[in-house]
């Protein structure tokens, strides 16, 4: 999943989310200098990671781009799945897009100084370009993998995958709608063990179930 989702999971839990961004740099043990809550963040980046990576219905999405794109087909399906989020928000968040999206980039500017510098040109180009919103659109979803494909080392032509991206729409929809539930349900799990304090906050809130 990408960065709207992984956001979207902290489940407005500000040192969650924190750690979710965190999560794009911080490796191994390192999680370990946080404060509890935050490596809980960083923790469930890793495991949103690895949930969708090795989830069957991902690898269904995956597959359609596999042959055309190798490697850069689990990129392509992070990047198109936020794009049905958002397209199917009113499912999944009692907030507006528009509202969820300025309060994450008022966090981030917020929380600048616990992000290491290595961070800062991501989180710059996210406001500055305003990546949130170009995850909206098909138009937006061309523009963020061809600058990944720029950012990559070999050669990808993400950016191409469009394509199959609107002979696949439907499908991948589906797909998407049948697997984001079962993340859903993992994440508050995963919250819970790791902070058992916010277990009530699930119960009495139906979105976040």
């Keep these: 999943m990408n960065i709207v989702a992984h956001q979207l999971l902290s489940y407005n839990i500000t040192d969650i989310q924190v750690g979710n961004v965190l999560g794009e740099v911080v490796r191994g043990k390192d999680y370990q200098n946080y404060p509890q809550s935050i490596a809980a963040g960083i923790l469930l980046h890793r495991n949103i990671d690895t949930y969708t990576d090795f989830h069957p219905i991902v690898k269904q999405t ?3 781009f596999h042959n055309s794109y190798g490697k850069f087909a689990p990129i392509i399906t992070d990047v198109i799945y936020d794009y049905f989020l958002i397209k ?5 968040c009692e907030d507006e897009f528009e509202y969820f ?13 616990l992000f290491p510098q290595r961070l800062n040109g991501f989180l710059s180009s996210m406001i500055k370009d305003d990546w949130f919103e170009k995850y909206k659109t098909f138009e937006g979803i061309e523009w963020t993998l061809y600058n990944l494909s ?3 080392k070999f050669h990808s032509n993400m ?17 998407f709608l049948q697997f984001y539930p079962q993340l859903q349900k ?5 919250i819970v063990k790791q902070l058992p304090q916010y277990e009530e906050m699930f119960k009495e809130n139906s979105f976040l179930h």
Excluded: A, D, R
Aim: charged residues 35%; aromatic residues 14%.
């Design 88 to 92: 199917n928000w009113h499912l999944f």
């Design 150 to 152: 720029k950012k990559s």
């Design 62 to 64: 995956t597959s359609i």
């Design 101 to 113: 999206k300025q309060k994450c980039y008022e966090l981030v500017q917020s929380k600048e100084l």
């Design 159 to 175: 950016s191409n995958s469009l394509k199959e991206i609107y002979l696949k729409e439907k499908n991948i929809e589906k797909q």
């Design 186 to 190: 993992f994440c508050k799990n995963f």
